[in-house]
């Protein structure tokens, strides 16, 4: 596609549900990454890949965070036991290789009532 | 550990440069100063990147003063679109991160 497209664009769920966050990168590109934007804040690191693989998971916060990508290309980010805390916007990046410019979807808003 | 420094904020005039400072003093050889910027509500959006020589495109133009120490991005003609949180990032060659700090929040007024 013409840009990185992530779905959905604004999801809202219930304290303790499970959630999944798709992300669809620019075709060709090999890295991904996730970040994590909470309200008035910074943009967060929280996992990077190349192709299927993830080098550096350092930034997912806790073990209820986990995050695939098939194919070299479509990822999935997923929250189990969704907290109020998690509420935050969630983008995805992609780039041609691990160290070029990287490019950024629109994101994911989530919010955890 | 920061790497750069940013001012928090400023103004421009719509139609004028904007010509927004960053300081990296502590910046390797092999390090690039890359720059983004948030508008509102949308994810961050590449501008342009450099080395040591003075790079320019379509979006804005990136000087970089002789011993790498600092820089400065320059939006020829502000516009009231150009109102975002503009992010100067240093990043390693072979690095894959992007580490963002508080950026600067940029309003351009009419």
């Known amino acids: 596609g013409a840009g990185v497209s992530q779905s959905p664009s604004n999801k809202v769920t219930e304290k303790g549900k499970d959630v999944e966050l798709r992300c669809d990168p620019i075709s060709g590109h090999t890295a991904l990454y996730w970040y994590r934007q909470s309200l008035g804040q910074g943009l967060e690191f929280l996992i990077y890949f190349q192709g299927n693989s993830a080098p550096d998971k350092s930034g997912l916060p806790s073990d209820r965070f986990s995050a695939e990508r098939t194919g070299g290309s479509v990822s999935t980010l997923t929250i189990q036991r969704t907290q109020q805390e998690d509420s935050a916007v969630y983008l995805c990046?992609?780039?041609?290789?691990?160290?070029?410019?990287?490019?950024f979807g629109q994101g994911t808003r989530l919010t955890v009532v | 550990d920061a790497k750069t420094t940013q001012p928090t904020s400023m103004d421009c005039a719509e139609g004028r440069a904007a010509n927004l400072p960053c300081n990296h003093s502590t910046i390797s050889g092999n390090e690039y100063v890359y720059w983004y910027r948030q508008i509102h509500s949308q994810g961050p959006q590449y501008i342009i990147h450099g080395l040591k020589n003075n790079e320019t495109n379509e979006m804005a133009s990136l000087i970089i003063t002789e011993d790498r120490k600092s820089s400065t991005l320059i939006l020829p003609h502000a516009t009231l679109r150009d109102t975002a949180v503009y992010y100067c990032i240093v990043r390693a060659g072979n690095d894959y991160k992007l580490s963002f700090g508080a950026g600067t929040t940029v309003t351009v007024r009419a």
């Open positions: 990046a992609s780039s041609s290789q691990g160290y070029t410019e990287a490019f």
